[in-house]
């Protein structure tokens, strides 16, 4: 709130998303980002995504009006809009309706199941999954002793019983969307039929994808592509480990906390470089 006060190209850069996305949206981007914490929803999924994507592109302005500028871009699952718009790939008329499209029709799917973090590398978890993946999937591989599950709930709890015989950190995650989990496959059809207006060009800056775990042209991010984001595993320690390996060592967060922040340090540690993280805010400071 005092960011949105303090610096003017934050503060219209805000502005000219929630004028955008007020096209289509019975609620004020503006005023949830302005309220007070009691009086705000901005915990609601179909509020949460806009509102962290504006925050997103605000604070990606403002680094650029101090001459800040990426050298590569790379998104973790909401936050692939943004790096979509940033790298140049997506307009932001464009990002803004794949923010809200994707974040309507998420929000749809709360209370069909959630997600838990599990300490264990991809490989093991594939098996610990083994035979309920039409209800489970692996969410994200954010690290590579790191991974989140999504799926049914009732699911998750009996493979944490399992996991917690084992000794093997687990945690249920705050929230009741299982994103990238099978209940993600029924919003895909209507989230393309929406976003069939896109006009994806190249990207202008170097722009890899989490969704394939590769860099990208940036041209191909049409409607089909963003269902798949809201389906498919995260690849994120797939992209931090190939740029690891291409020696970039300096990584900022944008975000309105950091939560990548571990999982960045552990990229950089299981490939033996020395590396630095920083973050653009911090929760309460």
């Known amino acids: 709130r005092e960011l949105l006060e303090m610096d003017s190209v934050f503060?219209?850069?805000?502005?000219?998303c929630d004028a955008l996305i007020s096209q289509w949206a019975d609620w004020s981007?503006?005023?949830e980002l302005t309220a007070t914490e009691t009086e705000s929803s901005i915990e609601e999924t179909r509020i949460a995504q806009p509102a962290i994507f504006a925050v997103q592109v605000g604070l990606t302005a403002m680094w650029r009006s101090w001459g800040i500028e990426p050298a590569v871009i790379v998104g973790h699952s909401a936050g692939e809009v943004a790096a979509a718009?940033?790298?140049?790939?997506?307009?932001?008329?464009d990002a803004c309706r794949?923010?809200?499209?994707?974040s309507r029709l998420q929000h749809l799917?709360?209370?069909e199941g959630r997600m838990m973090a599990v300490g264990l590398p991809a490989t093991e978890v594939a098996n610990v999954i083994r035979g309920f993946e039409d209800r489970?999937?692996?969410?994200?591989v954010n690290s590579p002793t790191s991974v989140t599950l999504a799926g049914d709930e009732a699911t998750?709890?009996?493979?944490?019983?399992?996991?917690?015989?084992k000794d093997v950190f687990r945690r249920m995650l705050y929230g009741k969307v299982p994103y990238h989990s099978p209940a993600m496959d029924h919003i895909k059809p209507e989230l393309i039929a929406s976003l069939k207006s896109l006009k994806p060009k190249t990207a202008t800056t170097p722009l890899y994808s989490t969704v394939l775990g590769i860099r990208i042209d940036g041209s191909d991010l049409d409607a089909s592509y963003w269902a798949d984001n809201c389906r498919e595993t995260v690849r994120f320690a797939d992209v931090v480990g190939a740029?690891?390996?291409e020696d970039y060592q300096l990584f900022l967060e944008v975000s309105a906390h950091p939560v990548l922040a571990g999982a960045l340090k552990e990229g950089l540690s299981h490939k033996k470089r020395e590396g630095s993280v920083v973050a653009s805010l911090r929760r309460k400071e």
Do not use: F, K, S
């Not at 718009?85 to 008329?93: E, R, V």
């Not at 794949?98 to 994707?102: A, D, G, H, S």
């Not at 998750?156 to 015989?165: A, W």
């Open 109 to 111: 799917t709360e209370g």
């Open 11 to 16: 503060r219209e850069t805000v502005q000219e």
């Open 98 to 102: 794949v923010i809200y499209e994707r």
């Open 29 to 31: 981007l503006w005023e």
């Open 85 to 93: 718009w940033a790298a140049g790939a997506l307009t932001l008329p």
């Open 136 to 140: 489970v999937a692996i969410g994200a």
């Open 243 to 245: 740029l690891v390996e």
């Open 156 to 165: 998750l709890e009996m493979i944490g019983e399992r996991l917690d015989q």
